[in-house]
């Protein structure tokens, strides 16, 4: 059984939690799950999007752990996929909640998100300041109001064009598509157990890393009895229990999130909208022609190429270029060529 004593799980901790047997990790995500449920009587609820995590959580609570009574919660953004809106639409127990706001409605508000909800937040805080705060300060510059530097506090120099990219970014879109729905829902159901994993993002290792799998003490609570799951992990639990997933992820997806969610979508080897364009077609034109998201992402992988194009250039080591009938002064050298 996991310990919650320590504030603060090491690096080396989750590294060697990551190596535990599946097996392992199935026990200790039950005993995370038995220790939620009896604090809070039984009223909890499982947070169930379709996507392969929360279909193995959803398949721990009610099976593993014997509470095929704990409802699920499916918040429908009005992005989900068609074929996952019917995959959990066919499961028992589920309750659907929506958001009071569209996407729409989200990104004319208060802005697009990019890249990532960090740098989202840090850029839209930039973009909104009024005069020379200490936020702006530290988004821009790194140096909090101590006067000590903050790497994580300061957009990364390859996002800082976006403050004055001609349009706002924000990282809103969640909390009012997800966040504040699935709130009202806890309201209703209890608090839930949510199928996130460390792995994914740096934001998700450090909350981990800090709550535990069992945050008691948040001003949300929640439970996220798989964080020290892999994605190898996800994939053989479905396979060895042999249980029903959406069928999105046999289309060539390997994530089931919004439909148009530009978060990452500046990586090179990410082809959700080329998929996107094949499966969804009327879809991806709505993307392109009324929501105006391509233009933002071409901005997006601008600057990112740019960044790599640049990085391959210092990258480039110098070659001396000698002629043997008029031979160059000594230490005479050109940069190499891409």
Known sequence: ??????????????????AWSLDRKIEESCN?????????????????????DSTVLLD?????????????????????????VRFVRGCPNVHEIRPKRSFRHVIETFGYPVVSKRVSQYVGEVQRAKGET?????RLTGMTSRGTKSRLGEIPDVWKPLIDCGFRVSDK????????????????FGPPFVGTRAEESMQRELSYKFHGCNAYHMKSPRSTPIAFWTGHDIKEYIRRESLPYSPLYDMGYDRSGCMWCLLGAHHSDDNRFGLLAKTHPRIYAFCRDRLGLFDVLDVVQTLWDDRYRRRRKAATPTVPIVSPIDPAPAGFAVSGTD
Do not use: H
């Open 1 to 18: 059984m996991m310990s919650q004593s320590k504030a603060v799980l090491t690096d080396e901790e989750l590294k060697a939690r990551y």
């Open 32 to 52: 995370r799950i038995v220790d939620w449920y009896s604090r809070f009587g039984g009223r909890v609820s499982v947070s169930f999007s379709g996507g392969l």
């Open 60 to 84: 721990l609570v009610r099976n593993k752990c014997g509470y095929p009574d704990v409802p699920a919660v499916f918040s429908n953004t009005g992005l989900e996929f068609p074929e996952n």
């Open 134 to 138: 200490a936020t702006k300060r530290l």
């Open 173 to 188: 879109c969640c909390d009012v598509l997800k966040k504040e729905p699935l709130a009202r829902a806890m309201k209703i």
